[in-house]
């Protein structure tokens, strides 16, 4: 750890950096921005480190958001990891010229490389961020490992991630530390239904929700295999799909195929997210694996009825009505539940009810956001 002293009581606020891979509008980039704009400003003054390009100014984008609170955002460029070695170069020249006295880094090619320049530039203290339990790429459990000697702490965000970054990426239990994601429960709650119309789909149509990344680890092709006798039995209702991703072909191509097509509508990436689960009345979540799922949240928020399949954090973030909303990932089980629900209006307005209660309950931003703060002023106390 470097000898470099921290900002001295009362000489104004920490200067903390954030290191994240992208900041293209997704969970952790939405948890990053976030964390970043409500800290406590008299404490803490952020600057983010994005190590790909900056995304192009519109209305949903992060960088600009960031900036609109005051927050300094730098980034890098990085498009491929035979850069690495440069972007190292650059990221370590930058932390040591603007002097963060921690480091929190957000998803894996971040935890890495934000370890490694924050080393070279004798940052004092690096926190590692860990948002999901990686089944796919199991380098990246290596790579966790490699920079481990480098990082005080690390954030999961579930106790399933905990647990699995422990058991299977061999990281040492006393530097773990669970911190769930948050959701702006206000936010979420506070809107009304929206005829479908809105999204291109007629009026009388009701809804189920789809809201995530197209791709594999979401799960949508699990749903949609087993979708034709839930449709079949439910004539009234159709899937609305908000988001965007490299299987959004494939998965079109898979509607189509299965003659869905009429009653799966994909409408690409939307701001709208809490007008469209409040017009919806079931939220699908057909993930492979997870970390901690922001859209179950959204949807617990939004007071919605979910069927999830059973992976890292969702049974945390269900609790006590998690038995009658998850189910293994196997696509006839998955579309039994979601049949079951829909056939039982006043089970989903209780489930919704109880999911929006314990949303606010246990899963505030404020709560987030203050966790983070007392671990990051532990830290700098010398007590972490």
């Not at 903390?16 to 704009?37: K, M, N, R, S, Y």
């Not at 406590?40 to 600009?64: E, H, I, K, M, W």
């Not at 004798?122 to 926190?127: A, E, F, I, L, M």
């Not at 009653?263 to 009345?281: M, N, T, W």
Request: aromatic residues 6%.
């Amino acid at each position: 750890m470097s000898s470099r002293e921290t900002t001295a009581p009362g000489s104004g606020p920490v200067p903390l950096g954030f290191c994240i891979t992208e900041l293209d509008p997704g969970g952790a980039e939405q948890c990053l921005v976030e964390l970043a704009t409500r800290l406590d400003r008299q404490r803490f003054q952020p600057t983010v480190y994005c190590l790909g390009p900056r995304p192009a100014s519109n209305p949903s984008s992060l960088a600009d958001r960031l900036e609109a609170a005051g927050v300094t955002v730098r980034c890098f460029g990085a498009r491929q990891v035979v850069g690495l070695p440069v972007l190292l170069v650059r990221l370590r020249r930058q932390l040591a010229a603007d002097a963060p006295v921690l480091l929190q880094t957000f998803l894996f090619h971040a935890n890495v490389a934000g370890a490694v320049a924050a080393r070279w530039a004798r940052v004092p203290h690096v926190v590692g961020g860990i948002r999901v339990a990686e089944h796919e790429h199991r380098w990246h459990l290596a790579g966790a490992r490699r920079v481990d000697r480098w990082v005080e702490r690390h954030v999961c965000v579930s106790e399933s991630v905990r647990d699995f970054s422990q058991q299977r990426g061999g990281l040492p239990a006393e530097k773990l530390l669970v911190i769930p994601n948050g959701v702006d429960v206000v936010r979420y709650a506070d809107v009304s239904a929206e005829s479908p119309e809105r999204w291109g789909i007629a009026p009388a149509r009701r809804l189920i929700a789809f809201v995530g990344r197209l791709d594999a680890q979401k799960g949508l092709s699990l749903f949609l295999e087993g979708s034709r006798g839930l449709f079949k039995q439910f004539p009234a209702y159709d899937l609305i799909v908000a988001g965007e991703g490299p299987e959004r072909r494939n998965l079109e191509a898979t509607a189509t195929q299965l003659g869905l097509a009429g009653r799966v509508h994909f409408v690409g990436y939307r701001q709208d997210v809490p007008q469209i689960l409040a017009s919806s009345e079931l939220v699908i979540v057909p993930s492979l694996w997870e970390g901690m799922s922001n859209v179950v949240l959204q949807a617990m928020a939004a007071g919605k009825p979910i069927v999830a399949t059973r992976v890292e954090g969702v049974d945390e973030q269900l609790g006590p009505q998690a038995e009658r909303q998850t189910v293994e990932r196997e696509s006839a089980a998955f579309a039994e539940r979601a049949i079951a629900l829909l056939a039982d209006e006043s089970g989903r307005r209780a489930l919704g009810e109880a999911n929006r209660r314990r949303a606010a309950e246990r899963f505030s931003l404020e709560a987030m956001v203050g966790a983070y703060e007392r671990l990051y002023s532990s830290l700098l106390d010398g007590h972490g």
